[in-house]
């Protein structure tokens, strides 16, 4: 299994520009995970789905960000209009459905707004 | 909601000691106690797991002490070497009760690890 697959693997953007994060989870999983991590707040937990519906969104910061889960395989996470601190590493992970069970990570997007 | 309380910030072991990491949790309505590894540029990954209905768990040179009553759990690496040089994070669930809130996992602050050679 390749594991979950983020891409872009980095995003350089301007102030104002809209931008979309990807992620492939692993096949077979019910949950899927996005997170955003920085030096100042750790790693935290934006919004999470189970089987592409979407459970709790109360980590999502502003109306600029939203996420969707199309089909079982794929998933983005937009910012629009993106700004200087939303540059962060924003990782995907995926989960089997049981309470307890390893969430698997994705390498993450390195976002940087200039 | 849950926090999560995780010390220390960094911390720097020779090669050869033991490496101990603390944390914390406030309330949690579910039993499950990972610890994450992430090297740099790299997702965080599982390195091991606790369900207490033990007081400890031990994976190798890796053990997880669990104290329920103090709400507290710790990391030790035995013998720590040069490559377990790593972020480290402990996690919890939330203290919210229903099914889907267990789904959830709220990670501690990290603890930067180096270990001297």
Known sequence: DAGVIQSPRHEVTEMGQEVTLRCKPISGHDYLFWYRQTMMRGLELLIYFNNNVPIDDSGMPEDRFSAKMPNASFSTLKIQPSEPRDSAVYFCASRKNRVGNEQFFGPGTRLTVL | ?117
């Not at chain 2, 949790?25 to 990972?34: L, Q």
């Open chain 2, 1 to 117: 909601q849950q926090q999560v309380k995780q010390s220390p910030q960094s911390l720097i072991v020779q090669k050869g000691g033991i490496s101990i990491i603390n944390c914390a949790y406030e309330n949690t309505a579910f039993d499950y106690f990972p610890w994450y590894q992430q090297f740099p540029g790299k997702g965080p990954a599982l390195l091991i797991a606790i369900r207490p209905d033990v007081s400890e768990k031990k994976e190798g040179r890796f053990t997880i002490s669990f104290n329920k009553s103090a709400k507290q759990f710790s990391l030790h690496i035995m013998d720590s070497q040069p490559g377990d040089s790593a972020t480290y994070f402990c996690a919890a669930p939330p203290s919210s009760k229903g099914i889907q809130g267990a789904q959830k996992l709220v990670f501690g602050q990290g603890t930067r690890l180096t270990i001297n050679p």
